[in-house]
Protein backbone atom coordinates (compact mmCIF):
# COMPACT_ATOMS: atom_id res chain seq x y z
CA UNK A 1 0.00 0.00 0.00
CA UNK A 2 1.32 3.61 -0.96
CA UNK A 3 0.07 6.76 1.11
CA UNK A 4 -1.47 7.82 -2.39
CA UNK A 5 -4.45 5.49 -1.80
CA UNK A 6 -5.18 6.54 1.39
CA UNK A 7 -7.09 9.38 0.36
CA UNK A 8 -5.03 12.85 1.87
CA UNK A 9 -4.27 15.23 0.89
CA UNK A 10 -1.59 16.84 -1.90
CA UNK A 11 -0.03 18.92 1.14
CA UNK A 12 0.13 15.94 3.10
CA UNK A 13 1.66 14.01 0.59
CA UNK A 14 4.30 16.33 -0.12
CA UNK A 15 5.19 16.76 3.58
CA UNK A 16 5.44 12.86 3.72
CA UNK A 17 7.79 12.70 0.47
CA UNK A 18 10.10 15.15 1.98
CA UNK A 19 10.25 12.93 5.32
CA UNK A 20 11.11 10.39 2.58
CA UNK A 21 8.64 7.60 3.79
CA UNK A 22 8.14 5.21 0.80
CA UNK A 23 4.68 3.54 2.57
CA UNK A 24 2.54 3.61 5.69
CA UNK A 25 3.91 1.89 8.56
CA UNK A 26 0.73 -1.35 9.60
CA UNK A 27 -0.61 1.38 12.42
CA UNK A 28 -0.79 4.31 10.02
CA UNK A 29 -2.52 1.71 7.30
CA UNK A 30 -5.09 0.89 9.69
CA UNK A 31 -5.43 4.16 11.65
CA UNK A 32 -5.42 6.54 8.97
CA UNK A 33 -8.71 5.23 7.26
CA UNK A 34 -11.08 5.00 9.91
CA UNK A 35 -9.36 8.46 11.47
CA UNK A 36 -10.83 10.37 8.46
CA UNK A 37 -14.48 8.52 8.89
CA UNK A 38 -14.55 10.68 11.73
CA UNK A 39 -14.91 7.79 13.81
CA UNK A 40 -13.32 7.69 17.58
CA UNK A 41 -10.48 5.22 17.75
CA UNK A 42 -8.85 3.27 20.46
CA UNK A 43 -5.22 2.83 19.04
CA UNK A 44 -2.67 0.03 20.24
CA UNK A 45 0.54 1.24 19.81
CA UNK A 46 4.15 1.60 20.89
CA UNK A 47 6.35 4.34 20.04
CA UNK A 48 8.73 3.41 17.46
CA UNK A 49 5.35 2.11 15.12
CA UNK A 50 5.08 5.10 13.69
CA UNK A 51 1.91 6.21 15.20
CA UNK A 52 2.15 9.98 15.31
CA UNK A 53 1.94 10.02 11.88
CA UNK A 54 -0.71 7.69 11.99
CA UNK A 55 -3.30 10.31 13.64
CA UNK A 56 -1.46 13.77 12.87
CA UNK A 57 -1.59 12.96 8.54
CA UNK A 58 -5.19 12.04 9.06
CA UNK A 59 -6.07 14.92 11.82
CA UNK A 60 -4.93 17.67 9.59
CA UNK A 61 -6.56 15.93 6.75
CA UNK A 62 -10.04 16.56 8.40
CA UNK A 63 -9.18 19.78 9.60
CA UNK A 64 -8.62 21.02 6.35
CA UNK A 65 -11.21 19.42 5.12
CA UNK A 66 -13.89 20.94 7.50
CA UNK A 67 -12.24 24.10 6.93
CA UNK A 68 -14.12 27.44 7.98
CA UNK A 69 -13.81 30.32 5.94
CA UNK A 70 -14.79 32.95 8.91
CA UNK A 71 -11.30 34.01 9.11
CA UNK A 72 -11.66 33.39 12.85
CA UNK A 73 -8.64 30.45 14.15
CA UNK A 74 -10.04 28.48 17.04
CA UNK A 75 -8.10 25.78 18.80
CA UNK A 76 -10.24 23.01 15.93
CA UNK A 77 -7.70 19.77 17.85
CA UNK A 78 -6.32 18.97 21.00
CA UNK A 79 -3.21 16.35 21.43
CA UNK A 80 -2.97 15.23 25.01
CA UNK A 81 0.56 13.72 25.96
CA UNK A 82 2.22 12.80 29.00
CA UNK A 83 5.52 14.57 28.96
CA UNK A 84 7.12 17.74 27.50
CA UNK A 85 9.44 15.48 25.94
CA UNK A 86 6.31 13.34 24.01
CA UNK A 87 4.76 17.31 23.67
CA UNK A 88 7.69 18.57 21.93
CA UNK A 89 8.37 15.92 19.51
CA UNK A 90 4.15 15.49 18.61
CA UNK A 91 4.56 19.05 17.98
CA UNK A 92 7.60 18.70 15.68
CA UNK A 93 5.29 15.81 14.11
CA UNK A 94 2.25 18.35 13.64
CA UNK A 95 4.74 21.06 11.64
CA UNK A 96 6.51 18.71 10.20
CA UNK A 97 4.02 17.05 8.35
CA UNK A 98 1.51 20.25 8.05
CA UNK A 99 3.91 22.56 6.76
CA UNK A 100 1.81 23.11 3.37
CA UNK A 101 -1.65 23.65 5.18
CA UNK A 102 -2.08 26.89 7.07
CA UNK A 103 -2.56 25.54 10.43
CA UNK A 104 -1.23 26.62 13.56
CA UNK A 105 -0.13 24.93 15.71
CA UNK A 106 1.33 25.52 19.17
CA UNK A 107 2.97 22.90 22.19
CA UNK A 108 1.96 23.82 25.48
CA UNK A 109 3.98 22.46 28.42
CA UNK A 110 5.17 22.82 31.86
CA UNK A 111 8.78 24.13 33.46
CA UNK A 112 8.59 27.05 30.89
CA UNK A 113 7.56 30.35 31.14
CA UNK A 114 4.23 30.81 30.24
CA UNK A 115 3.60 34.39 28.66
CA UNK A 116 5.21 33.46 25.14
CA UNK A 117 2.68 30.26 25.29
CA UNK A 118 -0.03 32.81 26.39
CA UNK A 119 1.09 35.26 23.54
CA UNK A 120 0.83 32.49 20.90
CA UNK A 121 -2.61 31.34 22.14
CA UNK A 122 -3.66 34.92 21.87
CA UNK A 123 -2.05 35.13 18.25
CA UNK A 124 -4.78 32.28 17.35
CA UNK A 125 -4.26 28.67 17.02
CA UNK A 126 -5.71 25.60 15.18
CA UNK A 127 -3.91 23.22 17.50
CA UNK A 128 -2.57 22.54 20.73
CA UNK A 129 -0.35 20.00 21.59
CA UNK A 130 -0.22 19.82 25.64
CA UNK A 131 0.57 18.17 28.69
CA UNK A 132 -2.48 18.47 31.03
CA UNK A 133 -1.47 20.55 34.15
CA UNK A 134 -0.32 23.60 32.25
CA UNK A 135 -3.30 23.37 29.72
CA UNK A 136 -5.58 23.49 32.55
CA UNK A 137 -2.94 26.48 33.92
CA UNK A 138 -4.25 28.42 30.91
CA UNK A 139 -7.86 27.17 31.57
CA UNK A 140 -7.85 28.34 34.80
CA UNK A 141 -6.56 31.62 33.81
CA UNK A 142 -8.78 32.68 30.82
CA UNK A 143 -6.01 32.21 28.28
CA UNK A 144 -7.12 29.39 26.10
CA UNK A 145 -10.80 28.48 25.04
CA UNK A 146 -11.20 24.79 24.43
CA UNK A 147 -15.01 25.25 22.96
CA UNK A 148 -14.38 24.19 19.42
CA UNK A 149 -12.18 20.96 19.90
CA UNK A 150 -13.32 18.98 16.89
CA UNK A 151 -10.66 16.48 17.46
CA UNK A 152 -9.70 15.05 20.73
CA UNK A 153 -6.57 12.87 20.69
CA UNK A 154 -5.17 10.89 24.06
CA UNK A 155 -1.54 10.04 23.36
CA UNK A 156 0.04 7.46 25.45
CA UNK A 157 -2.39 7.02 27.59
CA UNK A 158 -1.47 4.82 29.94
CA UNK A 159 1.45 6.89 31.01
CA UNK A 160 -0.93 9.66 31.56
CA UNK A 161 -2.87 7.20 34.28
CA UNK A 162 0.90 5.83 35.45
CA UNK A 163 1.62 9.71 36.20
CA UNK A 164 -1.54 10.52 37.74
CA UNK A 165 -2.95 12.54 35.16
CA UNK A 166 -6.30 10.94 35.19
CA UNK A 167 -8.05 13.88 37.36
CA UNK A 168 -6.71 16.53 34.65
CA UNK A 169 -7.96 14.73 31.67
CA UNK A 170 -10.79 14.27 33.39
CA UNK A 171 -10.84 18.16 34.02
CA UNK A 172 -10.27 18.49 30.57
CA UNK A 173 -12.78 16.18 29.55
CA UNK A 174 -15.55 18.69 31.04
CA UNK A 175 -14.96 21.85 29.31
CA UNK A 176 -14.48 20.42 25.40
CA UNK A 177 -17.95 20.54 23.64
CA UNK A 178 -19.65 16.91 23.73
CA UNK A 179 -19.71 16.18 19.97
CA UNK A 180 -15.93 15.67 19.04
CA UNK A 181 -13.88 12.60 17.79
CA UNK A 182 -11.85 10.81 20.28
CA UNK A 183 -8.84 9.09 19.53
CA UNK A 184 -6.55 7.45 22.85
CA UNK A 185 -3.62 5.64 22.03
CA UNK A 186 -1.77 3.48 24.71
CA UNK A 187 0.81 0.69 24.39
CA UNK A 188 -0.88 -1.33 26.93
CA UNK A 189 -4.21 -2.26 27.53
CA UNK A 190 -4.56 -2.44 31.81
CA UNK A 191 -8.24 -2.86 33.63
CA UNK A 192 -7.52 1.48 34.08
CA UNK A 193 -7.67 2.19 30.23
CA UNK A 194 -10.43 0.50 29.46
CA UNK A 195 -12.35 1.75 31.55
CA UNK A 196 -11.10 5.50 30.77
CA UNK A 197 -11.52 4.19 26.65
CA UNK A 198 -15.25 2.93 27.72
CA UNK A 199 -15.81 6.78 29.15
CA UNK A 200 -14.42 8.61 26.43
CA UNK A 201 -14.83 6.64 23.01
CA UNK A 202 -18.12 6.40 21.36
CA UNK A 203 -18.45 3.13 19.49
CA UNK A 204 -15.27 3.47 18.81
CA UNK A 205 -12.56 0.92 15.97
CA UNK A 206 -9.90 -0.80 17.39
CA UNK A 207 -6.66 -0.85 15.73
CA UNK A 208 -3.64 -2.70 17.40
CA UNK A 209 -0.32 -3.19 15.59
CA UNK A 210 1.88 -5.01 18.34
CA UNK A 211 0.08 -7.27 20.29
CA UNK A 212 -0.25 -4.96 23.77
CA UNK A 213 2.30 -6.19 25.97
CA UNK A 214 4.78 -7.54 23.82
CA UNK A 215 8.26 -6.56 22.45
CA UNK A 216 8.89 -5.61 19.38
CA UNK A 217 10.41 -8.59 17.31
CA UNK A 218 12.79 -6.31 15.99
CA UNK A 219 14.47 -5.90 19.82
CA UNK A 220 16.88 -9.04 20.27
CA UNK A 221 17.05 -9.22 24.17
CA UNK A 222 19.60 -10.45 26.14
CA UNK A 223 19.94 -10.46 30.58
CA UNK A 224 23.55 -10.29 32.15
CA UNK A 225 23.48 -11.50 35.68
CA UNK A 226 25.53 -9.35 37.35
CA UNK A 227 26.12 -8.50 41.68
CA UNK A 228 24.30 -4.54 41.80
CA UNK A 229 27.67 -3.15 43.25
CA UNK A 230 29.21 -4.34 40.36
CA UNK A 231 27.05 -3.05 37.26
CA UNK A 232 28.30 -0.08 37.09
CA UNK A 233 31.69 -1.93 36.06
CA UNK A 234 30.27 -4.25 33.46
CA UNK A 235 28.33 -1.58 31.84
CA UNK A 236 31.91 0.63 31.17
CA UNK A 237 33.31 -2.85 30.37
CA UNK A 238 30.50 -3.17 27.73
CA UNK A 239 30.30 0.17 26.33
CA UNK A 240 34.58 0.02 26.13
CA UNK A 241 35.05 -3.23 25.05
CA UNK A 242 31.93 -3.44 22.05
CA UNK A 243 32.58 0.27 21.38
CA UNK A 244 29.01 1.28 21.97
CA UNK A 245 28.72 4.56 20.06
CA UNK A 246 25.07 5.63 21.41
CA UNK A 247 23.30 4.02 24.51
CA UNK A 248 20.14 4.74 26.13
CA UNK A 249 20.13 3.59 29.80
CA UNK A 250 17.59 3.17 32.63
CA UNK A 251 17.41 3.85 36.36
CA UNK A 252 14.98 3.43 38.82
CA UNK A 253 15.60 6.70 40.51
CA UNK A 254 17.00 10.65 39.40
CA UNK A 255 19.29 10.12 42.23
CA UNK A 256 20.60 6.39 40.27
CA UNK A 257 20.60 8.27 36.69
CA UNK A 258 22.96 11.19 37.99
CA UNK A 259 25.52 8.91 39.98
CA UNK A 260 25.75 6.83 37.17
CA UNK A 261 26.17 9.28 34.10
CA UNK A 262 28.60 10.90 36.89
CA UNK A 263 30.71 7.20 37.46
CA UNK A 264 30.69 6.67 33.89
CA UNK A 265 32.42 10.55 33.08
CA UNK A 266 34.81 9.07 35.79
CA UNK A 267 35.44 5.64 33.29
CA UNK A 268 35.93 7.99 30.51
CA UNK A 269 32.63 7.68 28.74
CA UNK A 270 30.65 10.89 27.93
CA UNK A 271 27.29 10.84 29.85
CA UNK A 272 24.34 13.03 30.28
CA UNK A 273 21.26 12.43 32.64
CA UNK A 274 17.50 13.34 31.86
CA UNK A 275 14.55 13.70 34.38
CA UNK A 276 12.21 15.40 36.18
CA UNK A 277 14.44 17.38 38.08
CA UNK A 278 16.23 18.71 35.65
CA UNK A 279 15.07 21.79 33.95
CA UNK A 280 13.59 21.91 30.28
CA UNK A 281 16.56 23.63 28.97
CA UNK A 282 19.26 20.65 30.28
CA UNK A 283 16.70 18.12 29.14
CA UNK A 284 16.56 19.17 26.04
CA UNK A 285 20.35 20.42 25.21
CA UNK A 286 21.12 16.61 27.14
CA UNK A 287 18.70 14.58 24.58
CA UNK A 288 19.75 17.13 21.50
CA UNK A 289 23.76 16.41 22.76
CA UNK A 290 22.82 12.54 23.09
CA UNK A 291 21.40 12.53 19.20
CA UNK A 292 24.42 14.51 17.74
CA UNK A 293 26.59 11.92 19.01
CA UNK A 294 28.27 14.24 21.58
CA UNK A 295 27.52 12.07 23.94
CA UNK A 296 28.03 8.48 23.98
CA UNK A 297 25.31 7.60 26.89
CA UNK A 298 21.59 8.70 27.83
CA UNK A 299 21.13 7.82 31.73
CA UNK A 300 17.29 8.24 31.78
CA UNK A 301 14.33 7.43 34.16
CA UNK A 302 11.44 6.12 32.78
CA UNK A 303 8.86 9.17 32.76
CA UNK A 304 11.61 10.90 31.07
CA UNK A 305 12.31 8.90 28.47
CA UNK A 306 8.77 8.42 27.72
CA UNK A 307 8.31 9.89 23.80
CA UNK A 308 12.14 10.76 23.69
CA UNK A 309 12.52 9.35 19.82
CA UNK A 310 15.70 8.86 18.25
CA UNK A 311 15.72 7.06 14.82
CA UNK A 312 18.26 4.00 14.72
CA UNK A 313 18.65 3.86 18.44
CA UNK A 314 20.72 0.79 18.65
CA UNK A 315 20.79 -0.24 22.45
CA UNK A 316 18.94 0.18 25.31
CA UNK A 317 20.31 -0.70 28.32
CA UNK A 318 18.12 -1.77 31.50
CA UNK A 319 20.96 -0.79 34.39
CA UNK A 320 17.88 -1.54 36.56
CA UNK A 321 14.72 -3.74 36.06
CA UNK A 322 11.50 -1.35 36.27
CA UNK A 323 9.19 -2.03 39.17
CA UNK A 324 6.65 -2.39 36.38
CA UNK A 325 6.79 -4.64 33.81
CA UNK A 326 5.17 -2.84 31.26
CA UNK A 327 7.68 -0.43 31.79
CA UNK A 328 10.26 -2.77 30.49
CA UNK A 329 8.22 -2.91 26.96
CA UNK A 330 8.28 0.87 26.75
CA UNK A 331 11.56 1.57 27.91
CA UNK A 332 13.01 -1.55 24.87
CA UNK A 333 10.82 0.11 22.60
CA UNK A 334 12.87 2.94 22.09
CA UNK A 335 15.22 0.91 19.93
CA UNK A 336 14.37 -1.82 16.85
CA UNK A 337 12.14 1.15 15.75
CA UNK A 338 11.00 2.01 11.74
CA UNK A 339 12.44 -1.46 10.38
CA UNK A 340 15.93 -1.02 12.46
CA UNK A 341 17.18 -3.57 14.23
CA UNK A 342 17.81 -2.79 18.03
CA UNK A 343 19.01 -4.62 21.32
CA UNK A 344 17.68 -4.48 24.48
CA UNK A 345 20.52 -5.21 27.37
CA UNK A 346 19.40 -5.76 31.03
CA UNK A 347 21.93 -5.67 33.97
CA UNK A 348 19.96 -8.13 37.30
CA UNK A 349 20.89 -8.59 40.06
CA UNK A 350 19.68 -11.07 42.50
CA UNK A 351 17.02 -9.01 44.20
CA UNK A 352 15.90 -8.38 41.30
CA UNK A 353 14.72 -12.26 40.26
CA UNK A 354 11.14 -11.31 40.59
CA UNK A 355 10.93 -8.16 38.60
CA UNK A 356 12.73 -10.07 35.40
CA UNK A 357 10.10 -13.36 36.46
CA UNK A 358 7.13 -10.31 36.24
CA UNK A 359 8.56 -9.48 32.96
CA UNK A 360 8.72 -12.68 31.12
CA UNK A 361 5.26 -13.38 32.36
CA UNK A 362 4.01 -10.35 30.75
CA UNK A 363 6.11 -10.92 27.39
CA UNK A 364 4.65 -15.04 27.51
CA UNK A 365 8.69 -16.06 27.02
CA UNK A 366 11.77 -16.33 29.15
CA UNK A 367 14.46 -13.68 27.91
CA UNK A 368 17.95 -15.70 26.86
CA UNK A 369 20.41 -15.03 29.82
CA UNK A 370 24.41 -14.29 29.56
CA UNK A 371 27.31 -14.59 31.62
CA UNK A 372 30.37 -11.94 30.95
CA UNK A 373 33.24 -13.52 32.30
CA UNK A 374 34.58 -11.93 35.13
CA UNK A 375 31.19 -10.23 36.29
CA UNK A 376 29.63 -13.63 37.82
CA UNK A 377 27.63 -12.88 40.00
CA UNK A 378 28.84 -13.85 43.82
CA UNK A 379 26.80 -16.79 44.78
CA UNK A 380 26.98 -15.96 48.47
CA UNK A 381 25.22 -12.80 48.23
CA UNK A 382 20.94 -13.01 49.26
CA UNK A 383 18.78 -10.96 47.59
CA UNK A 384 16.95 -8.14 49.85
CA UNK A 385 14.39 -6.24 49.32
CA UNK A 386 15.01 -3.43 46.65
CA UNK A 387 13.83 0.46 47.85
CA UNK A 388 10.47 0.95 46.56
CA UNK A 389 9.63 -2.00 49.06
CA UNK A 390 8.91 -4.57 47.24
CA UNK A 391 10.76 -7.97 48.54
CA UNK A 392 12.51 -10.26 46.21
CA UNK A 393 12.43 -13.46 47.21
CA UNK A 394 15.72 -15.10 46.82
CA UNK A 395 14.77 -17.74 44.12
CA UNK A 396 17.91 -20.48 43.02
CA UNK A 397 20.40 -18.31 40.88
CA UNK A 398 19.27 -21.36 37.90
CA UNK A 399 16.37 -18.31 37.55
CA UNK A 400 18.21 -17.45 34.76
CA UNK A 401 17.82 -18.76 31.57
CA UNK A 402 21.56 -18.89 31.62
CA UNK A 403 23.90 -19.40 28.26
CA UNK A 404 27.28 -20.70 29.62
CA UNK A 405 29.09 -17.19 28.80
CA UNK A 406 28.72 -14.51 26.09
CA UNK A 407 31.79 -16.36 24.05
CA UNK A 408 34.21 -13.44 25.02
CA UNK A 409 37.81 -14.26 25.31
CA UNK A 410 38.38 -14.05 29.21
CA UNK A 411 41.21 -11.36 28.43
CA UNK A 412 38.90 -8.86 26.14
CA UNK A 413 38.60 -6.74 29.85
CA UNK A 414 38.59 -2.98 28.45
CA UNK A 415 40.57 -0.91 31.20
CA UNK A 416 36.93 0.38 31.77
CA UNK A 417 36.22 -2.34 33.97
CA UNK A 418 37.17 -4.06 36.86
CA UNK A 419 36.36 -7.37 36.91
CA UNK A 420 36.54 -8.96 39.91
CA UNK A 421 39.71 -11.79 40.53
CA UNK A 422 37.62 -14.22 42.07
CA UNK A 423 36.22 -16.61 38.84
CA UNK A 424 33.59 -19.14 40.52
P1 LIG B 1 6.40 7.15 16.29
O1 LIG B 1 5.94 5.76 16.53
O2 LIG B 1 5.31 8.04 15.90
O3 LIG B 1 7.20 7.66 17.45
O4 LIG B 1 7.39 7.12 15.00
C1 LIG B 1 8.59 6.43 15.00
C2 LIG B 1 9.52 6.87 13.89
O5 LIG B 1 9.09 6.35 12.62
C3 LIG B 1 9.63 8.37 13.71
O6 LIG B 1 11.01 8.70 13.70
C4 LIG B 1 9.01 8.67 12.37
O7 LIG B 1 9.69 9.72 11.72
C5 LIG B 1 9.18 7.37 11.63
N1 LIG B 1 8.10 7.11 10.65
C6 LIG B 1 6.79 7.40 10.79
N2 LIG B 1 6.10 6.97 9.72
C7 LIG B 1 6.98 6.37 8.89
C8 LIG B 1 6.87 5.73 7.61
N3 LIG B 1 5.70 5.59 7.00
N4 LIG B 1 7.99 5.24 7.05
C9 LIG B 1 9.17 5.35 7.70
N5 LIG B 1 9.37 5.95 8.89
C10 LIG B 1 8.27 6.45 9.49
Known amino acids: MSFETLDLSAELLKAINEQGYSKPTPIQEQAIPIILTGCDLLGGAQTGTGKTAGF ?11 AKNSGERHVRALILTPTRELAAQVGESVATYGKYLPFKSTVIFGGVNINSQIRSLRNGVDIIIATPGRLLDHVSQGTV ?4 VEILVLDEADRMLDMGFIHDIKKILAILPKNRQNLLFSATFSPEIKTLANGLLHSPKTVEVVRHNTAAESVSQLVYPVDSKRKRFLLSHLIGSENWKQVLVFTRTKHGANRLSEQLAIDGIT ?3 IHGNKS ?19 VATDIAARGIDIDQLPRVVNFELPNVAEDYVHRIGRTGRAGNEGK ?3 LVCIDEHKL ?4 E ?3 KRSIPSAIVPGYEPDPTIKAEPIPNGRMQSGGPRSNFNTRSSTG ?3 SSRSSYGRPSNARR
Open 56 to 66: TLPLLERLKRK
Open 145 to 148: DLRH
Open 271 to 273: AAA
Open 280 to 298: QSARTKALEDFKQGVVRVL
Open 344 to 346: AIS
Open 356 to 359: LKDI
Open 361 to 363: RLL
Open 408 to 410: RPQ
